[in-house]
Nanobody
Framework: QVHLVESGGGLVQAGGSLRLSCAAS????????MGWFRQAPGKEREFVGY????????YYSNSVKGRFTISRDNAKNTVDLQMNSLKPEDTAVYYC?????????????????WGQGTQVTVSS
């Protein structure tokens, strides 16, 4: 089992950057694939990006590709989401999620463990 806590959210102007971090408890963090999702008010939760357990594979939604980067440090039990060139439409609560195993995971239902979320607001 793994417990996830996100941090790093806040208010930023359009074109700016933020770095979100997800800290995980548990001794087997390196066994988990990690995902980032977001949910804007009145909208469904949306896939943002994925990183494999080893960090060797990443995958992004078209809406963030080229602007966002996911990385992980298995020694520190953390996974980060670097967000550049932010747009007002990136405003949402951002969640990290974890699931044991391999394979590309892009759906909310693919993940068993979730953090509480962190708010990102991008002003125009």
């Amino acid at each position: 089992q793994v417990h996830l806590v996100e941090s790093g959210g806040g208010l930023v102007q359009a074109g700016g950057s933020l770095r979100l971090s997800c800290a995980a408890s548990g001794r087997t963090f390196s066994s988990y694939a990690m995902g980032w999702f977001r949910q804007a008010p009145g909208k469904e939760r949306e896939f943002v990006g994925y990183i494999s357990w080893s960090g060797s594979t990443t995958y992004y939604s078209n809406s963030v590709k080229g602007r966002f980067t996911i990385s992980r440090d298995n020694a520190k039990n953390t996974v980060d989401l670097q967000m550049n060139s932010l747009k007002p439409e990136d405003t949402a609560v951002y969640y990290c999620a974890a699931e044991i195993g391999s394979g590309l995971l892009t759906r909310s239902n693919d993940y068993s463990y979730w953090g509480q979320g962190t708010q990102v607001t991008v002003s125009s």
